[in-house]
């Protein structure tokens, strides 16, 4: 559940709709300022030029990062074709132009090599770390950034829209952990023979979050330091929500707490639980031949 604790110790998630133009660093100090939360994290970057869902975990819900940072996400977004830049968006130099404008047709049958696991080499402006360091501060300090390719997961990926007139495409796509959309655009303009970069980017889903449960930076400083704040959160559990429930007596709970597992034959499958006492959320945990073993306890 979302609840505010002694001392603003708020549990919780709060779902941002990001502007463009600010980072997912600066929504979190917002987010701080207004809340006056002591713990604080974002469930995975947002760059300026994007928009839209970026989950921010308050308090204990910051112990499911982990399985919002690894969970399926949806964007729209929009190439522009014949010019590319060395960031792969509008926000780079461009590095190319005279690239040739395909025809939506040539466009909606390429897509289905783009999607199921794909190989993709991250954009030079990236977070990635090459020897220690960001990526995009390499590129930044004008060093050469190679980075190698990885697999990704394209779930689906759809031609939305064909603007011949504005030599522009609009595409949704959904997909799994690490992948660049940036990138993705890029090699789509690659695979045609041509070049391109993105000017509009928007996440519309991550995990279970969508723009429906999203607030605007506005309606958080609306909000302000009011016990109003708390009523927009969302609970701690709504990262989990594809982990069964196991619900556990105060007896077993006292052992989680102490950090030790014990024997239940509830547990009627291997695998990862939420565990619950009452409506409060206890823990994650692990559970193998009918012994739970604690992952992460939560303090509520």
């Given at each position: 559940m979302a609840r505010k604790r002694k001392g603003n110790k708020i549990d919780g998630w709060l779902i941002i709709d990001k502007p463009l133009g600010i980072s997912s660093a600066k929504v979190v100090g917002a987010v701080k300022f207004h809340t006056k939360a002591q713990k604080v994290g974002h469930g995975g970057t947002l760059d300026p030029l994007a928009s839209g869902i970026l989950p921010i975990g308050l308090g204990e819900a910051t112990k499911t990062m982990p399985y919002i940072v690894d969970a399926s996400k949806e964007y729209a977004f929009t190439v522009q074709w014949g010019t590319a830049t060395d960031s792969d968006d509008k926000e780079?130099?461009?590095?190319?132009?005279?690239?040739?404008?395909?025809?939506?047709?040539?466009?909606?049958?390429?897509?289905?090599?783009?999607?199921?696991?794909?190989?993709?080499?991250?954009?030079?402006?990236?977070?990635?770390?090459?020897?220690?360091?960001?990526?995009?501060?390499?590129?930044?300090?004008?060093?050469?950034?190679?980075?190698?390719?990885?697999?990704?997961?394209?779930?689906?990926?759809?031609?939305?829209?064909?603007?011949?007139?504005?030599?522009?495409?609009?595409?949704?796509?959904?997909?799994?952990?690490?992948?660049?959309?940036?990138?993705?655009?890029?090699?789509?303009?690659?695979?045609?023979?041509?070049?391109?970069?993105?000017?509009?980017?928007?996440?519309?889903?991550?995990?279970?979050?969508?723009?429906?449960?999203?607030?605007?930076?506005?309606?958080?400083?609306?909000?302000?330091?009011?016990?109003?704040?708390?009523?927009?959160?969302?609970?701690v559990t709504t990262a989990l929500d594809d982990i069964p429930v196991l619900a556990v007596t105060e007896t077993e709970a006292q052992e989680i707490r102490f950090g030790r597992s014990f024997q239940t034959s509830k547990a009627k499958r291997d695998g990862t639980y939420v565990l619950m006492v009452g409506d409060t959320p206890l823990a994650i945990a692990e559970a193998s031949d009918e012994l739970v073993r604690p992952l992460r306890v939560f303090n509520m």
């Open positions: 780079g130099e461009v590095i190319e132009t005279g690239g040739r404008t395909p025809s939506k047709e040539e466009v909606e049958n390429l897509l289905p090599q783009f999607t199921g696991s794909i190989e993709q080499v991250p954009p030079a402006y990236s977070a990635i770390k090459v020897d220690g360091q960001r990526a995009y501060k390499l590129a930044r300090d004008g060093e050469k950034v190679e980075l190698k390719a990885r697999t990704v997961e394209i779930q689906s990926l759809k031609l939305t829209d064909f603007d011949e007139k504005a030599n522009e495409a609009s595409f949704h796509v959904t997909c799994g952990k690490g992948t660049y959309v940036r990138s993705l655009g890029r090699d789509i303009a690659k695979a045609l023979g041509t070049c391109a970069h993105i000017t509009v980017l928007r996440r519309l889903r991550v995990g279970p979050f969508t723009l429906n449960k999203a607030i605007s930076l506005e309606k958080l400083e609306e909000l302000g330091h009011s016990a109003r704040a708390v009523e927009a959160l969302l609970p």
